[in-house]
């Protein structure tokens, strides 16, 4: 079947310290590849996504790159703010469709002044 | 923007009861979705509806009932309420099937059955 493995957190950094959230999945076909980001007391919402191999996802400063030869699409941002503190979620869909997303389990990121 | 409203934030229900979690959106979506969310297991699709009436069952359906009377609101039924239903639970929609269709979540609601 279909997984997405996230990097167990939580993760603290520094305020501009450098950011990676490691994701890998496991797919039948080529899925299309998302990251949703959760602040606190909200709901999800889409942060960057990438539907073929070798695309790259940007957004608010944040990059990932869809490496379909290590299965990874890992979350980076260069310099981070108390205001990235939030729990961020790797995806998958095989179809594109909303309707066969698979997530990972999430990792919360805490972003210290 | 387009806004998911849950009509609940937290929710305390004893095991047994007749529970109903109430979702609204705004943007005229084909799409709504409810997901349950646990820690350490992300998030996981209890059903979903693509149209007024029309419902397909998700990863983690059982315990749970959905109704889609109008297009804008879509109701997550918890029919005997049971511990292992506490949990946020979360709506979606989004305006089509596919990925240039994001979805669009609403604050979640926290439901705790004692």
């Known amino acids: 079947g279909n997984s997405v493995t996230q990097m167990e957190g939580p993760v603290t950094l520094s305020e501009e310290a450098f950011l990676t959230i490691n994701c890998t999945y496991t797919a039948t076909g080529y899925p299309s590849l998302f990251w949703y980001v959760q602040y606190p007391g909200e709901g999800l919402q889409l942060l960057l996504k990438?539907?073929?191999?070798?695309d790259k996802g940007s957004n608010k400063g944040f990059e990932a790159t869809y490496r379909k030869e290590t299965t990874s699409f890992h979350l980076e941002k260069g310099s981070v703010q108390v205001s990235d503190s939030a729990v961020y979620f790797c995806a998958l869909s095989l179809t594109g469709s909303a309707r066969q997303l698979t997530f990972g389990s999430g990792t919360q990121l805490t972003v210290l002044p | 923007d387009v806004k998911v409203t849950q009509s609940s934030r937290y929710l305390v229900k004893r095991t047994g009861e007749k529970v109903f979690l109430e979702c609204v959106q705004d943007m005229d979506h084909e799409n709504m979705f409810w997901y349950r969310q646990d820690p350490g297991l992300g998030l996981r699709l209890i059903y979903f509806?693509?149209?007024?009436?029309?419902?397909e069952k998700g990863d983690i359906p059982e315990g749970y009932s959905v109704s889609r009377e109008k297009k804008e609101r879509f109701s997550l039924i918890l029919e005997s309420a049971s511990t292992n239903q506490t949990s946020m639970y979360l709506c979606?929609?989004?305006?089509?099937?596919?990925?240039?269709?994001?979805?669009?979540f609403g604050n979640g609601t926290r439901l705790t059955v004692t």
């Open positions: 990438a539907t073929k191999a070798d």
């Open positions: 509806s693509y149209d007024v009436k029309m419902k």
């Open positions: 979606a929609s989004s305006l089509r099937a596919g990925y240039n269709s994001p979805l669009h």
